[in-house]
């Protein structure tokens, strides 16, 4: 069965420093998503991609966060300056159909995100 | 704005027990409801769609929008079905593909 993949599995960074989180969606899905999840707290959407662009985003998906789709396959969240509050569980996911409606995504196993 | 209830944290039964997972919506347009799965140490799996109307590993989900519920059934639970449960909701009449999530429920089956 096909999977989203995610790299690092966990990573650890400084205060302030940039981060790149890597996903590898399912190569025929058209919507690319990030959420995230810190530590006994709720799944939170991050943000949608499709068609090479930005198609929804959240209230915390501010300034110090982009994505990029560098590639045919890689699909990134960068973190510009990273804050001890941005330490979660960050989740790839990617969706297929077109139209109205989501479709069950597929999720990443996830990036644990630890800023100290 | 939209948000998703689970009242239960944790729901503990027995081996065979029924099991119900409790699930509650706040939106005031047509929604699409989802439960999703998380086992120890796994990814996120998509368990259930309402508009698929289908069991999976003998769960059942109904939408109930006069309750503005979509409780996760099962009759008889085994000890595989321990796992996080999550609803999540996207706003199907808007098809904006966002998911609302709720907290989660941790079922645990005991022998």
């Known amino acids: 069965e096909p999977e989203v993949t995610q790299t690092p599995s966990h990573q650890v960074t400084q205060m302030g420093q940039e981060v790149i989180l890597r996903c590898v969606p399912i190569?025929?899905?058209?919507?690319f998503y990030w959420y995230r999840q810190i530590l006994g707290q709720k799944v939170e959407f991050l943000v949608s991609?499709?068609?090479?662009?930005?198609?929804?985003k959240s209230e915390i998906f501010d300034d110090q966060f982009s994505v990029e789709r560098p590639d045919g396959s890689n699909f990134t969240l960068k973190i510009r300056s990273t804050k001890l509050e941005d330490s979660a569980m960050y989740f790839c996911?990617?969706?297929?159909?077109?139209?109205?409606?989501?479709?069950?995504?597929?999720f990443g196993s996830g990036t644990r995100l630890t800023v100290v | 704005a939209q948000r998703v209830t689970q009242p239960e944290k944790l729901l503990s039964v027995f081996k065979g027990a029924p099991v119900e997972l409790k699930c509650n919506y706040s939106y005031s347009g047509s929604p699409e409801l989802f439960w999703y799965v998380q086992y120890s140490r796994q990814r996120l799996q998509l368990l259930l769609r309402h508009i698929s109307r289908e069991s999976i590993k003998g769960f059942t989900a109904d939408l109930n929008k006069g309750e503005t519920s979509f409780h996760l059934k099962k009759p008889f639970a085994q000890e595989e079905d321990s796992a996080m449960y999550y609803c999540?909701?996207?706003?199907?009449?808007?098809?904006?593909?966002?998911?609302?999530f709720g907290s989660g429920t941790r079922l645990q089956v005991q022998p």
């Open positions: 190569s025929n899905h058209l919507y």
């Open positions: 991609f499709y068609n090479n662009e930005i198609s929804e």
């Open positions: 999540a909701l996207s706003e199907r009449d808007t098809g904006r593909r966002a998911l609302t």
């Open positions: 996911a990617s969706s297929g159909f077109l139209g109205q409606g989501s479709d069950g995504y597929t």
